[in-house]
């Protein structure tokens, strides 16, 4: 072991030790702002837990969610081992100019669930009438890969992308790659999140607009304006950098994002932004609230187009961009939704169908059957 690691591991042990003794005599926290999440308590002791090995599971997850000073000493952790030159920390490279990229490896990429996610696509698309655009954004640390530590690891985009042209149908895919490595602007992604800014998803929207057939506007068209210029994002909260600066979060402000009206799984509202989420840890909430399995939304725009959106998260941002475009929009995630996507499409009357994922997210994402369900 080198020297600078076992000074390491003998600091950390001795911060440790008080610390770990307070979590048996202090009551649990139960909620982590920082990791948007819950947190583990200390189990009852119970026989039969304790010969299955599970008690001993449950005391290892409570006293890691439940450490005194869990922050701050994650934070010490890694000034210390910033100082000694780690650019690996909890998964998440330190890339330059202070962005954080998650780390995704050639081995992280699941080539058989991306196969068939990609066949439940193209069933899903067959039994369509609508034209569907199926929209799979670039990591951050391929568009940003000259930005990554010298000789990181990352996965080849190339034999994913390959694979989605080969199953899906090229004339509906809309490939950002290129959109976003030859700009000059490469401000598309947020440095503490996982999530794009405002500036990628206009990039999205108007390639998007492209393909559809639509006029897309000029950017401040939108009267985009700074919500926030205190955001710490998931990046960060798996880092907790002492040094780190948080992000801006822009959002479109026009009289439909005023003005819609929304029924989010069951929930009516008027105003497609959440202003509580400022508040709180999880900032890109602002967008919608957060996520929902369905969330229907009469613009009041007069073109009388309908777009069903079939997203994760990165959509949230996106779609606002869309509230001139089409009278109604219907935004489903098949991670919270249980019910038909295909009846949804198939009933709705829609003039195109947008498929729109994190590509990493849509090679992982388990859900993606429910296209056919």
């Known amino acids: ?46 026989a039969k837990e304790i010969f299955s090995g599970e008690l001993q599971e449950k005391v290892s997850d409570a006293f890691n969610d439940q450490f005194i000073l869990r922050d701050f000493m994650m934070g010490l952790s890694t000034s210390f081992k910033k100082t000694i030159g780690f650019k690996d920390i909890g998964g998440v490279y330190l890339a330059k100019d202070k962005y954080y990229i998650e780390k995704t490896t050639d081995h992280d990429i699941k ?50 992308y390959n694979t989605v042209n080969t199953i899906l149908e090229k004339d509906g895919i809309i490939d950002l790659r290129r ?19 405002l500036k990628g998803a206009y990039a999205a929207y108007s390639e998007y607009c492209k393909a559809a057939g639509l006029k897309p506007q000029d950017y401040n068209s939108f009267n985009p304006a700074k919500v926030n210029s205190n955001f710490y994002g998931t990046l960060y909260s798996k880092v907790i950098d002492f040094t780190a600066e948080p992000d801006s979060i822009y959002a479109v402000q026009t009289n439909q994002t005023d003005n819609a ?44 187009l309908k777009l069903l959106v079939l997203k994760d998260s990165y959509a949230n941002s ?56």
């Open 1 to 46: 072991m080198k020297k600078p690691y076992k000074i390491y591991s003998v600091i950390m042990f001795l911060l440790l030790f008080i610390p770990g003794i307070l979590v048996l005599i202090m009551p649990g926290r139960d909620f982590s702002a920082n990791e948007n999440r819950y947190l583990d308590k200390l189990p009852k002791i119970n």
């Open 111 to 160: 080539k058989d669930q991306l196969v068939q996610n990609l066949m439940y696509l193209s069933y899903f698309t067959e039994k369509q009438k609508a034209g569907v655009y199926t929209m799979l954004v670039p990591s951050p640390g391929t568009v940003l890969s000259s930005n990554l530590p010298a000789f990181a690891p990352f996965y080849n985009p190339d034999s994913v």
């Open 179 to 197: 959109v976003f490595e030859k700009s000059s602007n490469k401000n598309f992604y947020f440095k503490t999140d996982h999530h794009w800014t």
């Open 261 to 304: 009206t929304l029924d989010c799984d069951g929930q009516k509202r008027t105003g497609i932004y959440d202003k509580e989420y400022l508040d709180k840890k999880d900032k890109y909430a602002y967008f919608f609230g957060g996520n929902y399995g369905r969330a229907d939304i009469n613009t009041g725009s007069s073109t009388g």
């Open 318 to 373: 996106f779609v606002p961009f869309l509230l001139k475009d089409y009278s109604q929009i219907t935004m489903v995630d098949a991670r919270y939704y249980n019910g038909s996507i295909l009846d949804i499409a198939s009933s709705g009357n829609y003039n195109h169908i947008l498929v729109l994922y994190e590509v990493n997210n849509f090679t992982g994402e388990k859900n993606i059957y429910k296209f056919i369900k």
